[in-house]
């Protein structure tokens, strides 16, 4: 199935970097890059351990009505650098059409350099299923019950 998301590139963005793309054929999730503003293009942005920060993509985007779009850490990064979403999956719903950022942080020990055009995420665009919300005054008998963390066991 293919479904076209709407991207409008904000005013300060640099039109040379690339839209989100698949690196594969066969990837789930669309590679989105870094868009630092004018000033941080040539330094780029460090992001200390332990740090946090919103890295800018220069885009906005109109996703169709009954989707999401869920912002996804890059596995290399994670590994490599420690760097991750503190929020992930991150979620854009259909109606927001605000600047895309992505909140990366830095769980490595050593400081990390976002590069300008640098791929920093990845996007994936999933069905979304609203519920209905009831009140009831049973529910129904499961075998496990009111059984919380750990009650399944460990093997």
């Known amino acids: 199935m293919s479904v076209t998301v709407n991207f409008l590139r904000l005013p300060e963005s640099d039109p040379a970097v690339p839209l989100p793309s698949y690196a ?36 906005a985007c109109e996703i169709p009505t009954g989707f999401e779009m869920q912002i996804r850490a890059r596995s290399g990064l994670a590994l ?28 490595g ?22 519920a209905g919300f009831q009140e009831v005054t049973t529910l129904d008998e499961t075998t496990r019950g009111a059984g919380g963390y750990g009650s399944t066991g460990v093997k």
Not at 37 to 48: D, I
Request: charged letters at 15%; a neutral charge; zero cysteines.
């Open 24 to 59: 594969t054929p066969g990837a789930a999730g669309a590679d989105i890059r870094a868009n630092l503003p004018p000033e941080l293009r040539a330094s780029g942005m460090v992001l200390a351990p332990m740090a946090r920060a919103i890295v800018p993509t220069g885009l």
């Open 109 to 130: 020990a050593d400081p990390f350099l976002v590069e300008h055009g640098a791929r920093i995420a990845q996007i994936i665009l999933a069905p979304v299923v609203q």
């Open 80 to 107: 490599r650098h420690g760097i991750t979403l503190p929020n992930a999956p991150a979620t854009i719903d259909s109606d927001y059409r605000g600047p895309i950022g992505v909140i990366l942080a830095n769980l």
